[in-house]
């Protein structure tokens, strides 16, 4: 079968519409209705049923999502093992979200080059909806994301439920100060929490897209923000930077998402580094 056909019927899928599926394809809507057809002609069923809302599965759609994800997963399999480096016996490949990867991947990458020799490793950085799409399509193995969406075909597994504290370099004080507060935005999810927390807090005179870049606006020019725990541990133990009390604190999980007939010999290695990494450098659930 085309792979072209089984990647178009798991688009339509994480789509809910030919559409918009057509839109991320970058292909008419009259060709993802002509392959959609054409896999429905090979399989002699119906897949989908299309209303005014965007399309559905049928019963065959939904025991085909599976094999469809599975189809994919080994195709890019196939093709990442003709290019294997010597003396390596499979390819690991690894992305992780933008807030996420530091130090997660560096810690990574140091385990899996002593503990899982035989893998060649990829590593990638990149947005939670991307990575995910990835995994699902087969050309990432595993994604280390914050807030991951249920897909069919795909596990998830808590990695760590990490904190987000209020630190500042300031020494005294234990109220933010507006002129050199730097607004981290960690997600939705901390936006809304953290206008509920501080709606003076709105609108900061700096913010930043990515945790790395505020911590390090905030070491060298002075401030408080929201920063990862175990990120900012060691500027804490060192004194350069020193939690504000009794400011509140929020949960911000990491998980790890892969196929469900991923290839265990790959992935069960990956996920053992990523425990021990956590467990090396980041707060680990049990300690919260």
Known sequence: MDITLARTFLEIVAAGSFVRAAETLHVTQTAVSARVRTLEEQLGTTLFVRNKAGATLTPAGEQFTRYASMLVQVWERARHQVALPPGRESVMTIGCELSLWDPLL??????????????????????PADLIDRV?????????????????????????????????????????????????????????????????????????????????????????????????????????LRRIRGAPEFLYPAYAVFAEGADLSVVAPALEGLRHAIGAGHEAPGDR
Do not use: N
């Open 106 to 127: 560096l810690d990574w990458l140091l385990w899996m080059r002593t503990s899982a020799p035989h893998l060649a490793l990829r590593t990638e950085v990149g947005f």
């Open 136 to 240: 699902a399509s087969g050309t990432l193995d595993v994604a280390v994301v914050y807030a991951p969406q249920q897909r069919p075909g795909l596990r998830i597994e808590l990695l760590l439920e990490e904190k987000l504290v209020l630190v500042t370099t300031r020494k005294r004080g234990q109220k933010l100060d507006p002129e050199d507060y730097v607004y981290v935005d960690w997600g939705p999810e901390f936006a809304a929490q953290h206008a509920l927390a501080f709606p003076e807090m709105g609108h900061a005179g700096v913010s930043a897209g990515l945790g790395p870049l505020g911590r390090e606006y905030v070491l060298a020019a002075g401030g408080s923000g929201y920063f990862r725990l175990a990120v900012v541990r060691k500027h804490l133990e060192s004194g350069k």
